[in-house]
Structures are given as C-alpha cells and as structure tokens.
C-alpha cells in the first residue's frame, strides 16, 4: 500500500500537517484545539466554537458569515466537539472545492484559509468582548442540544453508560459541559476563556488536497492573527482502574424498546504494544456482524436487532450496546456475558480470528480514500505521542494470535451494566 | 461497453447491458484503494400491489420489501456476511420506498467479492424456520424506530399527507403486517422484482472496467434467466390534496417536534424533466429556509428554531412532497411567522443575487459528494432507476434560471398542499 505522508511543519506553535495530493475534488482541512477535560473548563470551551460560527471582524452579520461560505462554492464548514482521553477536542473543519473544477478569480484555498483564520482568532466583538446576543443565543442552543440527547434513547443510554462508569472521573463529563455550568456563562467569561483558550491549548492544523506544506506554512502565517509563546504537548490520559463489584444501574423511561449498555475497562491503550491485539479482541466479540456478539443475541435468539461493542484505545474501555424487548433482559445480560467468558476461555476460532482481520485491514487500507480519515488517523499519533503508521498497524495484526487475544481478553473487565426500561413493570 | 466520458467533472463511466437485461456501471476511480459496489433492483415499500405481465395479480403485506432484504443475507450453507468477513469485505443492504440495494466496500479479493453480491441476491433461500426466526429481528427493528421521535415526525407528515398511496406505510411494515409474510409470498415477490431486467449494478473504485465486465457476464451467462414481462406497479387513486391538514404524534421529546410541507401536484413527470424539477425545488427550499436565509435568521433569532431545522424534498414520478422543520418551543408561532415571511418572498420573487450564490453552494455540495465513492453509487442508482442522470447535473444546474426558481416556488409553496406533522411529550 501507498504510504500516508504528511509533511511536518510549525507556526507560531501551531503544529502543521500537510498532505500534498491530487486525489480529491476538494480540498480537507482540519484544525484540532486540545486541552484537558475539565469540570471548570467544559462548559465553557464546549461554548466557543458555537460562538465563532456567528460572526467575524469582517462578516459580523451571521448571515454575512454563512454566505460567504456560500460564495465560496459552498465550502464546508462545521465543527465537533467530543473527549479523547482525558482531552476535550475542539475541531473546525473546511471543505473547499479545488479551484480547477470551477471559475473562480482568486484561490479556493487562499480565501478558506483567511476565513478560517479569522473564525478562529478574530470574532466578532463589542465593548472588549463577545457580542452579547450571540452568546446568549447559543447558550440557548447548546442547552437545547444537551437536553435532547433524551430524544435519541440509543444514544441517550450510550451517555447514561459512560457517566456512570466513569461517574468518579472526569470522563464523566459530556463533552458540551452541564446546563448548570453553561448557565454561568457571560460574554465576558466567555471571551476570557476564549483567549486562554486560543492561547494554550494544542492546536494542529491539517490540509490533504493539492497543495503544498510551503503553501500552507505561509497562508497560516497570513491569517491566523495570534501570538503563541510556548510548544503545547498532549498529556498522557489517566488509564487506572478498579477491578472491584460490577456497577448495575437501572433506569425507566417511557419507552418501547429497552436499551442494555455495558462498559468495560482495560489498561490496553493506543499507545499500547497490545493495541493491535485490542483491535481484534473487539471484532471477534462485536464490531461485525460474524462476531459473537451479532451472531448469538441477533442471529441465534432473535433478540435484538443491533448487538455491538467498540473499543476506545485513548481511554481503555469498551462497551456494548444492544436494543431489546424489556422482559428479555435477564436472557440477554446473561448470553452477553457468555460471549465475554468465551473471549476469556479463548474460544476464538481461526475462522473468526481471519475474519476479523480481513476485516480490520479493510477499513485500515480503505481509510485512504477519505482526506478526513487519514487526518483523523493521523491525529491519533499527535494525542497519544505513540508514532505507529497504518502499515505498522496492518504488520503488527497479522501477528496476532488466537492466544493473544485471550490474554488480552482477560484484561477488559466489565465495569458497569446499565439497563433503561419502560415506565410500566413487567 | 459503452464510455461516457465527463470532461467538466474529469469522470469516466462504462456500461453495459447484460444479455438478460442487468444493467451494469463501472465508474474507475485511479488511486482509490477502495470498491463499492451496489446491487439494486428497482422495488420498495412502495410495491406492495402489481401484477407481472402474463400472471394474476397481486398484493402483499406490509413491509415485505424490507424482510426480502433481511433475508436475502440467509444462504444454506450459512450467513453470506461471514463469506464477505472472510474476504476482507464489509457488506451491508437498505430498503427505501422505491429500492432495495444490496452492497459491498472492499479493498482485496475484489473479483470474488462481486461474485458473492451478485450469486447471493440472484440465489433466494427462504425456509419456514428461517423465515419465523427474522419475525423476532425484524419486531426489535420497528420497536427502535417506534421510540424515534425523528422518524415518527418524518412519517407522521407522509401519513398526514397521502391517503392511499403506499408511502405512507413505514418502509418495515408493523409487527402484525410482518406476522403474516411467509416464504411463499417472499418468493412470490422475489421472483416478480429480482430478474436481472429490473435491476441495476453499479461498481466505483480502483478497478478495471473490462475485467468487471467480463466477470458478470460469465457469471451471469451460467445463469439461466429467461426473459421477463413487464411489471405493473398497481396504486389506487390519490386525492391531489392532503390526507389530513395536522397529525399529532406523543412521545417524550424535550421539545415539540414540527415538520410541515407540501403535497406536489406536478406528478408524472419523468427522466431529466424530473431531476431539474427536483433540483429547481431544491434551490427554492434553500432559497426560503437555508442557514444563510433572513428568515433562517428571523426564526433563530425568536428562538423559533435550533441547528436541527432543515429541509428536503423527496421525489418520484407518483408522489413527491417537501419537508421543512425540527426542534421548536412553539410549533404555532413557528407555523406562523413563516407563512407571513413567505407570502411576502412569493409577491417579490427571490434576487437574482441569493439566487446565484445559493446555485453556487449546489454545485460544491455537489463537487464534494463526488468524493465519495458510496454517494457517487447511491446517487448515480436513484437516479438513473428514475430516468435522469448524476452525472448530467451541473449543466442542469447552470441551465436553471431565476425565472425557473420563481415559478417553482409560486407553484410548490401552495398553503392548499399544506401538511403538518407534530410529536409532542404525552400530556
């Protein structure tokens, strides 16, 4: 396979990443701001970016704002918010059309960069601060998005998980902060934050397209308008556990379906020399549908239609999620429990450990394809510090063996099983 | 083979018509690691009435398109997703109103893996016991679409506007519709849909178009299909109006759900006349409530409406209808403020200025999707099952004109052909 390379440069401690290529109609840029997650930071830096999509020194006006991404073909923009480890990430995306499929006078990639640089470090302000009504506007909406996770119950049952497994850590905390925290927010605490923010928290800027590292080196210098005094690093992510009593949580909610959850810690991590051996720990239980997982809850019982697991290398964990008839609990617990024990025993066909590779090597030679994947890739080496390339990756699976996955099963312990039910006994 | 070469889009697609009437694409994507492939025949939720040309006809229970599906993955000699795993392969199928695909993404043992998408859905194996078993699957299905409130709103608005035409059935039927499908009526229905004639296949990535030619028609030659009468797609009249004006949905939601949107009255047109119809009513349905739009602002600004307002329009020679809304603390008031907003837009017309830009933001939405090569064989399938062409899109788009959006948004936007659809927390 062709190699990933991204070409390594800094400015102003802003780390860039540039893949020169003629591949895409487009051209991908990502720009990831990190700090660690904490309670009283959450809330308010899960804020700023809302806040920035507002308006800029030259497009104050939020409509202004959004048609010039209009004027610019469209260009993509959007952002995320979410934990990697013990990190909160903030993340801007662009998606700018390569210039040589459309008329245009100046560069595409020119005028992203100079929006972009200004959405990041020159927002619209007024009196030394964010402007009042958008801040108090998106306030609104981030509570509205928080108070709404409860609609999606698939989801809603993947947080309640998460917050009770990690209910003495700050992996507890939702990305976006709580509606008490968010609250408390003022223009001017915002704007405060904002600065801190902008000023320390690690930022990599990232361009797969048809470009150079030279080109991007200077349209960096050009338009993001901030002095950054010191190199940031990613500090490692707090990976100790318990091994003590599984934690049962149970909740009622007026639903039709109940929602089984389980989460379970391992000290298996990215940085890990096991992390490849974790991969497919994972897959042979549920990332497919051949693992035991689908096969026994789905296939065999006819108990549920999703049954899964996935596996998160920055903070040591899995879980397991599956949507099922409510009187099915106590049957379905227990033959998900049977699927770990097996993992434990070892009992891993060479059928399901080659599947599991096939597949696992798929997504990682078809990550190629996306601009975005190969970034976010990428990026896992810059938050972990762990330097592992896709080919190493690919090299060190197939080393894998049946064995080592059953060493590595006995690792993950289940640490919480959280269960949401009807309102109604059964 | 036939080449179509698209100078402005620097794509090149082959095709094919096999003996027994597949028709098969293959768009190359040099430097991709990647195939996609999807194998589509051309029947949905919406097919539950026809009769084959030569037989008696038929109707069939609800949500039996989606179950074939469901049940297409079962061959005797096991599950086929455990062949695709064993070949590198990651596959997957959906069912929508009008098509089943069935597909496959995959970076080695290409040749063999478009083999087992073509055999497994051109080899159906259905027994009572596996048949009962998919029931249970299948009820846990709906049950997690039943505690959806975005897919209650979204159909709750389909049901409020169409009395008779099949649309308004949830693509996977009930769990009662479903209780009473049996393998002979999932034969009867795979034998009148899946002939190679009513089916498309469409393959994108790093492949070599004559080598994927050759394979299906040697596949498909062993293959002893004989040829096939047309089917007749039968629906009962629909009223041109709407079913019922508001339809209320309960279920607990932190803040009322509504969607509104209009019934289309220009029906039965076809090919390239209805994807520029479509892309005409995608401009003005930009035009009105995209994010850059006043009114977008206005409604934000009253808090009328969250990051979840959106829009769609959703087409077919039969039925067709936009969808407009989301998240809203008063579904009333929301209602309200844009009904005045756009009677007074409709006076005045659009500018010739918001016009242009928002066509320019289509083209690069559009650009951009050619990125990916599952949108591109998504995309290219619905269209080209619907008589119009993915790839001819940018000179309709350059073709359209303010003229056009104007008489479009005077046409469509008719408060008549007006519906509403609510889900709201039990009282």
């Known amino acids: 396979m062709n190699k990933i390379l991204f070409e390594r440069g800094s400015v102003n401690h802003i780390r860039i990443h540039v893949m020169p290529t003629k591949r895409f109609k487009t051209f991908a840029i990502s720009v990831y701001a990190g700090i660690p997650l904490e309670e009283k930071t959450v809330a308010t830096t899960g804020l700023i970016p809302f806040v920035l999509r507002r308006g800029t020194v030259s497009y104050p006006e939020t409509t202004q704002f959004r048609e010039r991404l209009e004027n610019l073909y469209g260009a993509g923009f959007g952002f995320d918010i979410y934990k990697r480890g013990d990190h909160q990430i903030v993340q801007l995306r662009m998606d700018t059309i390569n210039d040589s499929f459309v008329q245009s006078n100046e560069s595409l990639l020119e005028q992203s960069f100079s929006f972009l640089g200004e959405v990041l470090t020159e927002p619209v302000t007024e009196n030394g601060s964010f402007r009042a009504s958008y801040v108090a506007a998106e306030k609104e909406t981030v509570r509205k998005k928080l108070e709404s996770i409860i609609n999606d119950k698939i989801r809603y049952a993947a947080e309640r998980c998460l917050e009770e497994m990690f209910r003495n850590d700050p992996y507890r905390l939702h990305p976006l902060g709580s509606r008490e925290e968010l609250a408390a927010i003022t223009p001017e605490s915002l704007y405060s934050a904002f600065g801190s923010w902008v000023e320390n928290a690690n930022l990599d800027l990232y361009v797969v397209g048809d470009t150079t590292l030279e080109e991007v080196t200077r349209l960096v210098e050009k338009s993001f308008k901030i002095k950054r005094t010191e190199a940031r690093q990613y500090t490692p992510t707090n990976v100790s556990f318990e091994t003590g009593d599984v934690h049962t949580v149970e909740e009622r909610l007026n639903v039709n379906q109940g929602k089984l959850n389980l989460g379970l810690r391992t000290p298996i991590t990215y940085g890990d020399d096991k992390y490849a051996t974790a991969l497919l720990y994972n897959g042979v239980l ?130 919480t099983v959280y269960f949401l039910k009807g309102e109604k006994e059964e | 083979m036939d080449k179509i070469h698209y100078e402005q889009l620097q794509e090149t697609l082959y095709h094919e018509v096999m003996d027994n009437g597949l028709q098969v694409y293959v768009l190359p994507k040099p430097g991709f690691k990647k195939t996609y492939a999807t194998f589509t025949t051309k029947y949905g939720s919406i097919d539950n009435h026809f009769r084959v040309e030569g037989q008696e006809e038929i109707s069939v229970p609800d949500g039996i398109a989606h179950f074939l599906e469901h049940k297409m993955f079962e061959e005797p000699e096991g599950d086929i997703f455990a062949t695709f795993a064993s070949q590198g392969a990651s596959a997957n199928a959906f069912t929508s109103f009008d098509q089943t695909s069935y597909l496959f993404s995959a970076t080695e043992n ?71 499908i049996t393998k002979e009526t999932l034969y009867t229905c795979y034998n009148a849909f899946y002939h190679p004639s009513n089916m498309l296949l469409f393959i994108v990535g790093g492949v070599e178009p004559e080598e994927v030619f050759e394979l299906v028609r040697t596949n498909q030659a062993k293959k002893n299909y004989q040829p096939q009468g047309d089917i007749d797609r039968l629906f009962e009249d629909e009223p041109a109006g709407v079913n019922e004006r508001r339809r209320v949905t309960r279920l607990p939601v932190s803040l009322p759900k509504c969607l509104f949107g209009f019934k289309e009255t220009r029906l039965g047109i076809t090919g390239e006349e209805r994807v520029k119809l479509d892309l005409t009513t995608k401009l003005v349905l930009d035009l009105l409530f995209g994010s850059s739009t006043e009114l977008y602002q206005k409604l934000y600004d009253m808090d009328l409406i969250s990051d979840s307002f959106g829009h769609e329009y959703n087409s077919d020679p039969n039925y067709a209808f936009s969808a407009i809304g989301g998240d809203t603390r008063d579904p009333d008031e929301l209602l309200r403020v844009v009904t005045e907003e756009i009677n007074t837009l409709m006076e005045a017309g659009f500018k010739a200025e918001n016009f242009e830009r928002a066509r320019k933001k289509k083209i690069g939405g559009y650009l951009r999707m050619m990125n990916s090569p599952e949108n591109i064989a998504h995309e290219f399938t619905r269209y080209r099952l619907r008589g119009g062409d993915f790839f001819n899109v940018l000179p309709l788009y350059e073709s359209i004109t303010l003229e056009d959006v104007n008489q479009r948004l005077r046409d469509h936007i008719n408060w008549d052909q007006l519906a509403v659809s609510l889900v709201v927390s039990p009282e």
């Open chain 2, 110 to 180: 290409i040749p063999a893996n478009l083999e087992t998408l073509i055999n497994f859905v051109q080899n159906p194996y259905f027994t009572d016991q596996n048949v009962e078993k998919e029931k249970g699957i299948i009820g846990q299905e709906i049950g997690m679409y039943a505690d959806n409130p975005d897919w209650r709103v979204y159909f709750g608005l389909i049901e409020a506007m169409y009395k008779t035409h099949p649309v308004h059935i949830d693509i996977a039927g009930t769990v009662e519709s479903i209780g009473t």
């Open chain 1, 286 to 415: 549920g990332s497919y549908p051949h693992s035991k997982l689908f096969i026994n809850v789905r296939e065999k019982e006819s108990l549920a239609y999703y049954a899964s697991s996935r596996y998160d290398g920055h903070k040591g964990m899995a879980t397991i999620q599956s949507g099922i008839e409510i009187a099915n609990y106590e049957k379905a617990l227990e033959i998900i429990k049977n699927q770990l024990e097996a993992m434990r025993q070892g009992e891993i066909s060479d059928l399901e450990l080659n599947q599991t590779k096939a597949m696992i090597r798929n997504h990682i030679v078809e990550m190629q394809d996306s601009a975005f994947e190969m970034i976010a890739y990428d990026f896992n080496r810059v938050i972990s510090g762990k330097e592992r390339s896709p080919e190493e990756l690919l090299a060190q699976m197939e080393q894998v063996t049946a064995s080592d996955v059953k060493e590595a099963a006995q690792t993950f312990h289940l640490n």
